[in-house]
């Protein structure tokens, strides 16, 4: 095997991040997309969907941290929870740590994912097999559209709007999900970055904006998503993401965390003065 080898994620046409390959531990073509797991030198496992970075091993516990504990403890009580998305499995794991929580529901469309993610990332798949899982392969917004079930959190956990998650961004889909959650659900999607997708995010609060009563952006960082700042949307039908929020709870619950905390759940939501401009009118402070 060629001793140099590096995978190459090409962001626009103009950004690009090189992390060295020690391993291709798979790579194979699913109806919807190319899915590839290699190991790497310094970050571990990596997930990748058409050639774009998915999870790492050494830096998915701040995206998954902040997608699932920033809802899951502003929402009292969180019972029946639904992952759209999140093949890797990493979401649902910390759903799953919530001892309020008496089902996940996880709707993923790409059955070669979750294939991929059970046999070589353990570390976030390990609890794809959990009593408390109702793991479905399928469409998310058929899902939503057709579903009977009322959900207190859904956590819309998507790839960038291209491809097989493009739906997942339309008027529509939210819609749907508000149909779908209980009369105090929470939902948040993933949110893009205000680096080099603020147009993303614009797009999105408005369509949020159409369908919610309170519509928020919060961010969090890592290592191998451009610009390292990201974005997650949180709207809701009632809750105020830091005003609802009972830090205590997060003390009592004896969950210990490797990147969310109490003092950053509040944080979070204190954006940039260049995305507070850029999204003015979209979000409340």
Same mark, same amino acid.
């Given at each position: 095997?060629?001793?140099?080898?590096?995978?190459?994620?090409?962001?626009?046409?103009?950004?690009?991040?090189?992390?060295?390959? @020690?391993?291709?531990?798979?790579?194979?073509?699913?109806? +919807?997309?190319?899915?590839?797991?290699?190991?790497?030198?310094?970050?571990?496992?990596?997930?990748?969907?058409?050639?774009?970075?998915?999870?790492?091993?050494?830096?998915?516990?701040?995206?998954?941290?902040?997608?699932?504990?920033?809802?899951? +403890?502003?929402?009292?009580?969180?019972?029946?929870?639904?992952?759209?998305?999140?093949?890797?499995?990493?979401?649902?794991? @910390?759903?799953?740590?919530?001892?309020?929580?008496?089902?996940?529901?996880?709707? @993923?469309?790409?059955?070669?994912?979750?294939?991929?993610?059970?046999?070589?990332?353990?570390?976030?798949?390990?609890?794809?097999?959990?009593?408390?899982?109702?793991?479905?392969?399928?469409?998310?917004?058929?899902?939503?559209?057709?579903?009977? @079930?009322?959900?207190?959190?859904?956590?819309?956990?998507?790839?960038?709007?291209?491809?097989?998650?493009?739906?997942?961004?339309?008027?529509?889909?939210?819609?749907?999900?508000?149909?779908?959650?209980?009369?105090?659900?929470?939902?948040?999607?993933?949110?893009?970055?205000?680096? /080099?997708?603020?147009?993303?995010?614009?797009?999105?609060?408005?369509?949020?904006?159409?369908?919610?009563?309170?519509? /928020?952006? /919060?961010?969090?960082?890592?290592?191998?998503?451009?610009?390292?700042?990201?974005?997650?949307? +949180?709207?809701?039908?009632?809750?105020?993401?830091?005003?609802?929020?009972?830090?205590?709870?997060?003390?009592?619950?004896?969950?210990?965390?490797? /990147?969310?905390?109490?003092?950053?759940?509040?944080?979070?939501?204190?954006?940039?003065?260049?995305?507070?401009?850029?999204?003015?009118?979209?979000?409340?402070?």
């Amino acid at each position: 095997m060629n001793s140099d080898l590096w995978v190459e994620e090409k962001f626009k046409d103009f950004l690009g991040l090189r992390l060295k390959v @020690e391993k291709v531990l798979f790579s194979g073509k699913s109806e +919807f997309q190319t899915v590839d797991v290699v190991e790497t030198k310094g970050h571990g496992k990596m997930l990748l969907n058409d050639g774009l970075i998915m999870v790492t091993e050494r830096d998915e516990f701040a995206y998954h941290d902040m997608i699932t504990h920033v809802p899951m +403890f502003v929402h009292p009580s969180p019972k029946n929870v639904l992952v759209i998305g999140g093949g890797d499995g990493g979401t649902a794991r @910390e759903v799953l740590r919530h001892t309020s929580v008496e089902k996940c529901t996880m709707v @993923e469309i790409d059955g070669m994912v979750v294939d991929a993610c059970r046999e070589y990332i353990p570390q976030t798949s390990k609890d794809l097999d959990h009593p408390k899982m109702n793991l479905i392969i399928g469409d998310g917004v058929e899902f939503v559209k057709n579903t009977n @079930e009322k959900f207190d959190v859904i956590i819309v956990d998507s790839t960038d709007p291209i491809g097989p998650a493009q739906p997942l961004f339309g008027e529509d889909f939210y819609k749907d999900i508000y149909a779908c959650l209980s009369d105090n659900g929470i939902v948040v999607s993933q949110g893009e970055s205000s680096w /080099y997708a603020m147009d993303i995010q614009q797009s999105l609060l408005k369509v949020l904006n159409q369908v919610f009563p309170a519509c /928020y952006l /919060y961010s969090f960082s890592n290592l191998t998503y451009p610009g390292g700042l990201w974005s997650f949307t +949180f709207a809701s039908k009632k809750y105020h993401p830091i005003n609802d929020f009972e830090s205590k709870r997060v003390e009592e619950s004896g969950l210990e965390f490797d /990147y969310y905390n109490k003092e950053l759940h509040s944080a979070a939501f204190a954006l940039p003065s260049f995305a507070k401009k850029g999204l003015k009118g979209l979000i409340k402070n």
